[in-house]
């Protein structure tokens, strides 16, 4: 039994495995299944749509402020955001399910430049294929999602931040 059961689970964890990238942790999305408009809002009450950004790369990271690897990644995320911005890539946070003032005391610990936009409840979040907390995607120029990311990581890794700008070209 035990042994059927792990051959089972090898089997299913395997194809996901076998699709990341070596040490960096995206996953390719066969496909790529187009990315789901929204519109949200930040922090100032800013309305951000994403297929206004059509044309840029993007990355979106859905996370949370209780969370602790999305704690731990944002200042890599401010980081790449600093080298990004200026080539014309899109960085959003979405925050999942909380008020904006908690999210505005986590901005005091931990300053980013980036949009950071509400998803209170969680609807926005129910739209995307999200498997915990934090998840990311880097959505291409065309507007599908390419990569995804679950879980935290260092997102000025220089081999990361030349494989989302490869989708520029």
Same mark, same amino acid.
């Given at each position: +039994?035990?042994?059927?059961?792990?051959?089972?689970?090898?089997?299913?964890?395997?194809?996901?495995?076998?699709?990341?990238?070596?040490?960096?942790?995206?996953?390719?999305?066969?496909?790529?299944?187009?990315?789901?408009? *929204?519109?949200?809002?930040?922090?100032?009450?800013?309305?951000?749509?994403?297929?206004?950004?059509?044309?840029?790369?993007?990355?979106?990271?859905?996370?949370?402020?209780?969370?602790?690897?999305?704690?731990?990644? +944002?200042?890599? +995320? @401010?980081?790449?955001? #600093?080298?990004?911005?200026?080539?014309?890539?899109?960085?959003?946070?979405?925050?999942?399910?909380?008020?904006?003032?908690?999210?505005?005391? *986590?901005?005091?610990?931990?300053?980013?430049?980036?949009?950071?936009?509400?998803?209170?409840?969680? @609807?926005?979040?129910?739209?995307?294929?999200?498997?915990?907390?934090?998840?990311? *995607?880097?959505?291409?120029?065309?507007?599908?999602?390419?990569?995804?990311?679950?879980?935290?990581? #260092?997102?000025?890794?220089?081999?990361?931040?030349?494989?989302?700008?490869?989708?520029?070209?």
């Amino acid at each position: +039994m035990y042994r059927w059961s792990l051959t089972l689970f090898l089997l299913l964890v395997a194809p996901f495995v076998a699709a990341q990238k070596p040490g960096l942790g995206l996953t390719h999305l066969p496909g790529r299944p187009q990315a789901p408009d *929204f519109v949200l809002h930040d922090l100032d009450g800013n309305s951000y749509r994403l297929s206004d950004h059509r044309g840029s790369v993007l990355i979106v990271n859905f996370w949370a402020t209780w969370c602790p690897p999305c704690r731990a990644e +944002m200042p890599s +995320m @401010q980081r790449a955001w #600093e080298q990004l911005q200026k080539e014309g890539i899109v960085m959003l946070g979405i925050d999942v399910g909380e008020s904006e003032d908690t999210v505005l005391q *986590f901005t005091a610990n931990y300053p980013v430049e980036f949009p950071l936009l509400l998803d209170q409840e969680a @609807q926005v979040t129910g739209e995307w294929p999200v498997v915990g907390l934090p998840t990311t *995607f880097v959505v291409d120029t065309e507007g599908r999602i390419s990569y995804r990311a679950i879980g935290g990581r #260092e997102w000025d890794d220089p081999e990361l931040l030349d494989l989302v700008r490869a989708l520029q070209r």
